[in-house]
Structures are given as C-alpha cells and as structure tokens.
C-alpha cells in the first residue's frame, strides 16, 4: 500500500489543465463499440484501472482491441465477433463494469461469471438482477442473487418498463443495453433523472432510441460504428475546482468538460457557496464547455433532494469545500454515499475529522463544519475519491496532509498526484 505526502499549497493553481476522459462515458462506449458492427475509433478513454477492466471484459468476449496512442482504442466490434467468455469477468473496484456489464451480458445467449474485488462484493446488485430476471435473464449471485459474484445466464429476453427504485443511472444503463437485445421495447422511467450518457451515446451509434429527462426507450437493434473523443470527466474535473477555489491565489482554466445533464449539478453547489466559477466556450454539440475557477471565500449550504443524484460522487469534494467555508454545511437525502466504493459517509466524515474539521455522520448524509483544516493523516480506505479528496484537503490546510492507500487512486486518476506538484 502506498502513501502520499501533500504538503500545503505555496501557490495558487493556475494556467490550463487537462483531466481525464469521462469514466462513465468511457465504460459505455466500449460496451457499445463492442456490439457495432465495425472498428469504432475511441480517443481520451479514461486511463483508470475501472476502464480498463470494462475494455477487458469486452475483449474476453471476442472484442478486437488495438491501441493507437495512451487513451485512443480502435474496437472491433459486432455481434458475429462476440462469444461466450471462456473465463470469470473480473471487474476489480469498478461498480459501473459489473452492473453495465451484466445487463450487455443478460442480452447475450451464453454463460458470463462477473466478480469483483471485496469493496465489489459489497455493494447491491440486486437493483439490476430484479429488472434483468424480469426480462428473462437468469441472474444469480451471493445473498440470494444480491451480491457478487453475479452469474448471468443471458439470451431470450424481452423488453420490460422498469421504473428504479433507486436513482441509478448504472441501473438504467444495464437495463437498456439489455433492452437492445430484447424483444419488443424497453422503457425506463426515472423518478428522478440521472446522467444520460447512455442514452446520448446510443444515440451516436445509431440505435432505436428516445429519451427525454425522467424516461428513456429502446427498441432492438444494431450498432454502427463511431469515432469520438471522450469529454474531459467532470467528476475528476470537481477536485481541481474546489481546490482553485480554496487555495488563495489560483486561476485555473480546465478545458473540454462534460457539463451535461446529471454531472454538472456541483457547480450550482458551489456557485451557491460563493465560488467563481465561469463556464466559457460552450460546446452544445458535444455538451462540454471549459471552466475558469478563481479563489473565493466560501460560505455553508445544504446539499439535499433531487440535486443529490447529479452530484453524488462529488459529495466527498464538496464536503473539503464545506470544511473550508463559513458556517455549517449538511448534506442530505444520500443514503447512496454508503453503498458507494466504501461507505462514503464515514470514510468521508472520518477524513475530515483526521484533518482537523468537524464532521458528523447521519443515516442519509453528513454535517460539515466550515473553518480552517489543519492538516493530518487520511485512511483512503480503498476508495479513490477519498484519497484524491484528501489531497485537496491537505492542499488547503495548515499543516498538509498523509494520505494512506493513495494506490486506489489508479481507479480512476493515475496522473493526479503528478498534477498536485504544480502548487508547490
Ligand atoms: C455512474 C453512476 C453513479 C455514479 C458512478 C458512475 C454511471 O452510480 O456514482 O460513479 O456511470 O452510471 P449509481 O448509478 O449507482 O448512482
């Protein structure tokens, strides 16, 4: 297990910064590329372990991969290519691989064994068994069929209206790709609206689709090829922008961010907070645009409802920024954070706590004290965005920060540390 010293920032974080391809679009396109008949040319993939394991698991079933450059895949796809994985699909950490996957493998006529790492079999499958059993796949797993492993027996299905009982975009996602290979259509209605990148991409690769915020409907179909150029991830872009905004002195431009429905929703946060943040050169057509982050002082908010959903993954983030803001900042309704890569509402409260803030767990959330972070030692506990979280944290605070089992960071950033050396 590896550790990482982050010493208090000495600058401002300024200039141009580039981040990673989008991991959710990432997963996506590979499941896709796979089925489309042709070569697909995907350019700034996701360069973590997660997007890797996706890319993998499309290759043990006949996917042909050829890798042009770091970050540029030429897949060759199509159903004819495509068969049963003659191995167990290991998924590693990633949570958005094995239930994508389970329901591209749910439309397939053979046997596939998904399985992950022990944060992995943890966390609840039964959101995606239910809705894919439903449609005539057999699923089973651990914990009568809830937990992984996950073994998908695949083929014969036919389309179903499925309406979460979670707001799920990975959900939604499994169930639609099962959807194209079904008979009849698929529907899925969402209470509340999550990312779209499902539905935006199929519609890139030409399939039967239409969807508008709070449903989406699939007919069956084949796939085209495409190329395309992965959008910066806004999730990743999110640390860089709360820490521009909490280091005193920074003016940072991060360019080509997916600012789309269900990703963008931590921006609004943070502008309610007091941030300065600008969206400039607008892109409608791909939906990206290039953030300027000035410092700003901050002050508390709540983070609650229908937001929650578009912002989940950033909750970590936010809440360094809470710490360095004025006043008491609660977040609410996220009783998701704790089935996330650990149990983000402790992991989260218990990194705060290790840096000097005042923090609170509750069943759906957390309470944040604003102030000044001292600095101290942080437990990654496995979970990438903890560790990367943290660093801000320490960039932020007096004293700088050890975080410890900063290896999960590879997930999804193997680059972030190299980037923080530019505030020292
Ligand atoms: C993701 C959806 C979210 C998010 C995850 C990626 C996706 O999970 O937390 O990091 O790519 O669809 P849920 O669908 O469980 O909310």
Redesign the pocket.
């Known amino acids: 297990m590896t550790c990482l010293a982050v010493a208090p920032a000495r600058r401002g974080l300024r200039g141009e910064l580039v981040v990673p391809g989008d991991?959710?679009v990432s997963?996506?396109a590979l499941l896709m590329a796979a089925l489309a008949e042709g070569t697909s040319r995907l350019q700034g993939l996701s360069g973590g372990d997660d997007v890797a394991r996706s890319a993998a698991a499309i290759a043990a079933c006949g996917a042909g991969l050829e890798r042009e450059a770091p970050g540029t895949l030429r897949v060759l796809g199509g159903p004819g290519r495509l068969h049963e994985p003659a191995a167990v699909v290991d998924v590693g950490n990633s949570?958005?691989s094995i239930?994508?996957l389970a329901g591209w493998s749910a439309a397939r006529p053979w046997l596939t064994v998904l399985q992950g790492d022990a944060s992995i079999a943890r966390r609840p499958m039964g959101?995606v068994a239910e809705p894919l059993r439903r449609m005539g796949a057999a699923v089973d797993g651990r914990a009568g069929g809830t937990l992984p492993p996950l073994v998908v027996r695949g083929g014969g299905l036919v389309g179903i209206e499925h309406r979460p009982e979670?707001?799920?975009?990975?959900?939604?996602?499994a169930v639609i790709l099962a959807g194209l290979g079904a008979d009849g259509e698929t529907v899925v209605h969402e209470a509340v609206p999550?990312?779209r990148?499902?539905e935006e991409l199929l519609e890139r690769f030409g399939a039967d689709i239409e969807h508008r915020p709070g449903w989406a409907r699939v007919r069956p179909g084949p796939l085209s090829p495409v190329e395309m150029t992965i959008p910066a991830d806004p999730?990743q872009a999110a640390f860089w922008v709360v820490a521009a905004t909490v280091v005193a002195g920074s003016d940072l431009r991060i360019a080509n961010v997916y600012v789309g429905p269900g990703r963008a929703g931590f921006l609004e946060v943070l502008a309610r907070m007091g941030a300065d943040v600008t969206v400039e050169a607008e892109r409608p057509a791909d939906r990206t645009a290039d953030l300027r982050v000035r410092s700003a002082q901050l002050s508390a908010t709540t983070v609650a409802g229908e937001e929650v959903?578009g912002l989940?993954?950033e909750i970590p983030v936010l809440a360094v920024a809470a710490a360095c803001a004025e006043g008491t900042t609660t977040f609410a309704d996220a009783a998701?954070l704790r089935?996330?890569e650990s149990d983000r509402v402790e992991t989260t409260v218990a990194a705060l706590r290790a840096l000097g803030a005042q923090a609170e767990g509750r069943p759906d959330g957390l309470v944040v004290g604003g102030g000044r972070l001292v600095g101290g030692t942080v437990d990654a506990a496995g979970d990438h965005r903890i560790a990367m979280a943290a660093a801000i944290g320490g960039l932020a605070s007096v004293e700088g920060a050890t975080v410890h089992g900063w290896d999960a960071v590879a997930t999804s950033y193997p680059g972030f540390a190299e980037e923080l050396t530019r505030c020292w």
Do not use: F, N
């Open positions: 991991k959710s997963h996506r949570g958005t239930r994508l959101r979670v707001a799920s975009a990975q959900v939604k996602g999550t990312r990148h499902t999730s959903p989940i993954d998701e089935v996330k």
